[in-house]
């Protein structure tokens, strides 16, 4: 949740228009849990078809007026909506389906929607709620989506996509901004909430996980991280794995919780970690073209700043238009101010990284991993254990598909009460 600006005025509590969106949703609740499942697909494609169509009128209406909203610029909000509608067309929610079936019989049980489910997004990546607002509208729970105040324009447009072209589902989503200090509002939407959703801070999630109904079914998803590695075994084109790792970076401004914040490069390679951080800002401005920043954050440039000046005195850094590439000689893992800062670090094998990692314990989110076929299973079970849910090749980290577990939490059991027969 967003805290107010300094010296905004606070306004009216939104409590309300929650009330009157939490009853417009209970009404569809009954009519959707009785939608087979082919027909939710279906309309759930159409839905993410039309924001794909660079000429659908909703999709350039949020090109004009969510940039300025999320901080981002107009390529990288286009960016944002084709990386998540990409993944949620019925091919991908038909293998989310798959995935999430495993081998259950058909006769073996029964499941029942839970209700409606409450999405709470976080203000850093505009695009995080959606996958697991899909997931619910497929397990047949209508969904109220809560931006945060002064983000309201995405929010407002995918409900507007789904009352148009939704089919079955075109009541079946309300969008709403409101602050996260209007209790008014909160409280509200969260004694309608079968199924509570939230991103933010450690300390936003933990109050709204205080704050749900005692039977809610509560998916909290605080900070975390993400680092990218290579490896003396990596295949593929390195100009190749560059470009594709300073996308990843690009992408949301490299505020999302797959956003790498640390390159390690496995020493005794082609290249050592500072000839991999000179590459790495030679062919940034390529990405950056692709993917302009937004507007820069004045608190965000003032840690950007600290951030180098103590990587000139331990190292080196590479700078250009927009962005840094900081050779550092430790391998210890340190946060980074984000502002598309990459820290470049040696490790002597692959099979270390949980050494240097250790910091990040329980936070790490995702490893974009250029590494051998030989290291990858360890280095699955070694991320894994420091709480990855996600490795995958450079330049892939920030299209994550439908059937993606963030947290390594289910995606459509939790808005169901399963009932077993037999």
């Not at 606070?10 to 027909?39: H, I, K, Y």
């Not at 954050?297 to 927009?322: K, N, S, T």
């Not at 050779?327 to 800062?341: C, K, L």
């Amino acid at each position: 949740m967003s805290a107010p600006r300094p010296g905004r005025a606070r306004g009216p509590s939104a409590a309300g228009e929650v009330a009157a969106a939490v009853a417009g949703l209970e009404r569809t609740a009954g009519d959707l849990a009785s939608v087979p499942a082919a027909a939710l697909v279906a309309d759930l494609d159409r839905v993410a078809r039309g924001w794909l169509d660079p000429e659908d009128p909703l999709r350039l209406e949020a090109l004009e007026r969510v940039p300025g909203q999320a901080g981002l610029s107009r390529e990288g909000v286009a960016f944002g909506l084709d990386a998540a509608f990409s993944a949620l067309t019925a091919e991908g929610l038909r293998e989310l389906v798959r995935r999430e079936a495993g081998d259950a019989s058909p006769g073996d049980s029964a499941t029942v929607p839970r209700g409606m489910s409450l999405h709470v997004q976080a203000g850093n990546v505009f695009t995080a709620a959606l996958p697991r607002l899909f997931a619910s509208l497929l397990a047949g729970c209508p969904a109220l989506l809560k931006a945060p105040g002064d983000q309201g324009a995405f929010t407002d447009l995918l409900a507007r996509s789904f009352a148009d072209r939704g089919g079955r589902l075109s009541g079946a989503v309300r969008g709403v901004a409101w602050r996260g200090d209007d209790a008014g509002a909160t409280g509200t939407a969260l004694a309608a909430a079968a199924v509570v959703v939230a991103y933010g801070s450690d300390d936003a999630v933990g109050a709204l996980r205080a704050a749900a109904r005692p039977d809610a079914v509560f998916l909290g998803f605080p900070h975390r991280a993400s680092v990218a590695i290579f490896g003396r075994g990596a295949s593929g084109a390195l100009p190749d794995l560059l470009h594709g790792l300073a996308l990843d970076v690009c992408a949301y401004d490299q505020r999302g919780c797959l956003s790498p914040q640390v390159l390690y490069v496995e020493e005794g390679g082609a290249l050592s970690a500072r000839d991999a951080a000179a590459a790495i800002a030679a062919g940034f401005p390529a990405a950056a073209r692709a993917l302009p920043p937004g507007p820069p954050d004045p608190a965000l440039q003032a840690a950007r700043y600290l951030h180098l000046e103590a990587a000139r005195f331990d190292g080196e850094v590479f700078e250009g238009d927009g962005f840094a590439v900081c050779f550092r000689p430790d391998p210890a893992f340190a946060p980074g101010p984000g502002a598309r800062v990459l820290d470049v670090r040696p490790l002597p094998s692959v099979r270390d990284l949980a050494t240097p990692l250790a910091p990040l314990a329980g936070r790490l989110q995702g490893v974009a991993a250029a590494v051998g076929d030989a290291e990858l299973p360890h280095l699955a079970r070694a991320s894994g254990r420091l709480g990855a849910s996600r490795i995958c090749r450079p330049g892939r980290l920030q299209r994550p598909p439908a059937w993606w577990r963030s947290d390594g939490l289910p995606i459509l059991s939790p808005y169901a009460r399963t009932v077993g027969i037999g």
